[in-house]
């Protein structure tokens, strides 16, 4: 069965339900959405709180990293999100969009028009901010931005225990200063999460030209000579070719984007062949360059259990620092969230008696890679983050972790401890600290760079966001980020698509 858009657009995610809204706004733009999974509406999606149960629904993809020498060889979860707003219908809602530099430094890469000045008014045109229009914020937009409704008084005493070791006090993470320690803005609205399907598709996917398919598979793109023509896709029953007159976007994620790919033939011609699948287009990068933010925990005993409100996003606050080695551009090198209630798990289910302060490196060093386990479409990809395999992340981790002590033994966090759990007080040396931290850490679940943007040959994208040597294909999502960005990553990728969405419009 054949059915023919002038957009084909494969997955309905952070970026995916971006692009499906905007590209639609024109009525002679016929516009296919092609998501794997279901509607994700549920009420355990729209509740904040019960974010942390999602990862084991149907609404994750189930993801698991091949066992990770960084860590002591265990593998990591790698929560993506299944269904329409994808990743941001099962994240923390968290709103960061990085450093201004981390978008100078993609310039510099070779990606013109990807600069802080470049990239600020799409940040700008996606918000709709509580605080209103400026400079900094944008409001009327599809995106909710608000500050937490009823914010944990844990949250709180951290950011006055950080301000009393010395740290700026910061209401606003994403305005004038990126340092500092506060509470974070949240995608949420009305005490309901506001993923990027609540937020753009919806309200869309009423128009004639929109059409969304959910519960289909895609398994590769169809390629005519060196020009994307379309998507084939399982829809449970049958396999489906969707035709693009005008272009295929991949927005499937920093996993499944080189994946399709790569069963469609594009990557690296051996790694191709030695799974069976004829090369249509060599292009070795794919799947390369996988970066994301490790995490460690200091884990906390409390005096008394801080149940967690419902509209609660289970990380009110944070803070970013540099670190005592810095000598960069960069506002910090290092970002903690504060969890009131762990582990997140027992958290949404409101049975936490403990707290955590956890932390990131925001720029890691270590870079892994995807790969296909098979030329089977419905096989799962082989994740390989090498997660601290750089000893640059590995300090960054150990000093995080003194620091997050130094706040918790001050004013007035103390007063809601009675004791450190994990590490424990006993690990004190850097072995200590390391061993600790190898055999516990985990990851933000931030992945990108494995389709990267840049004009060289260890990238997959051009600046336009185009697969290099091949006509009417781009990727549009986080796997084309060329560096990962000092901090959460989806409201970053929103603002990729919301570029996108242009570049396309100009192209048509």
């Known amino acids: 069965m054949v059915n023919g858009s002038d957009i084909v657009i494969v997955g309905a995610g952070s970026a995916g339900c971006v692009l499906a809204s905007r590209l639609s706004e024109d009525p002679t733009c016929k516009v296919t959405l092609i998501e794997a999974g279901g509607a994700g509406d549920s009420n355990m999606v729209r509740r904040p709180s019960q974010f942390p149960l999602l990862w084991d629904r149907e609404e994750n993809w189930g993801y698991s990293t091949t066992a990770q020498r960084g860590y002591a060889l265990r593998s990591i979860l790698c929560q993506r999100g299944k269904g329409l707003g994808g990743s941001s219908a099962i994240n923390a809602m968290v709103v960061i969009r990085g450093d ?5 430094h993609w310039r510099d ?30 409001s009327g937009g599809p995106l909710a931005v608000t500050t937490p409704l009823s914010p944990n008084p844990v949250a709180h005493a951290f950011v006055d225990s950080a301000v009393a070791c010395g740290h700026r006090r910061n209401a606003d993470f994403n305005g004038e200063h990126r340092d500092g320690a506060g509470l974070y803005h949240l995608s949420i609205r009305d005490g309901v999460r506001c993923s990027t399907a609540a937020a753009y598709l919806r309200s869309a996917m009423g128009r004639p030209n929109l059409t969304v398919i959910t519960q289909a598979r895609a398994l ?6 060196d020009r994307a023509c379309g998507v084939e896709v399982f829809d449970g029953t ?36 030695s799974h069976g699948i004829n090369v249509r287009h060599a292009l070795p990068a794919v799947g390369r360059h996988l970066c994301d933010h490790p995490q460690a925990g200091l884990m906390l005993a409390l005096k008394a259990p801080m149940p967690a409100h419902a509209s609660s996003n289970l990380a009110e606050a944070g803070l970013f620092m540099r670190s005592a080695t810095s000598s960069g551009e960069y506002a910090s090198d290092i970002q903690f969230h504060v969890l009131p209630q762990a582990p997140l798990i027992a958290a949404a289910r409101g049975l936490a008696p403990t707290m955590a302060i956890a932390t990131l490196a925001c720029r890691p060093v270590s870079r892994g890679r995807v790969a296909l386990r098979s030329a089977d479409p419905l096989d799962t990809p082989l994740i390989d983050p090498a997660y601290m395999t750089s000893p640059e992340d590995l300090a960054l981790m150990i000093e995080s972790l003194r620091e997050a002590r130094r706040i918790a033994a001050a004013e007035p966090l103390a007063r809601h401890l009675t004791a450190e759990l994990a590490p424990g007080p006993a690990a004190t040396s850097d072995a200590d600290l390391e061993r600790y931290i190898r055999g516990t850490g985990g990851c933000f679940y931030h992945p990108v760079g494995t389709c990267r943007m840049g004009p060289g040959e260890d990238a997959v994208v051009n600046a336009e966001l185009r697969v290099r ?6 990727v549009v999502d986080a796997s084309v980020m060329p560096q990962i960005t000092s901090g959460n990553t989806n409201a970053p990728t929103i603002m990729i698509a919301e570029k996108a969405a242009d570049l396309v419009r100009r192209a048509a």
């Open 220 to 225: 590769r793109v169809a390629l005519d000579g």
């Open 109 to 138: 890469l070779g990606n013109p028009g990807w600069g802080w000045r470049d990239v600020l008014p799409y940040f700008i045109r996606s918000e709709d901010h509580e605080l209103g229009a400026s400079e900094w914020h944008g």
């Open 469 to 474: 040597g091949l006509r009417g294909l781009r």
């Open 100 to 104: 201004p530099h981390d978008y100078d």
């Open 238 to 273: 049958q396999v489906r070719r969707f035709e693009a007159t005008h272009e295929v976007l991949l927005c499937a994620g920093a996993i499944d984007s080189p994946k399709l790919l790569m069963l469609s033939g594009i990557g690296d011609p051996e790694a191709l062949r």
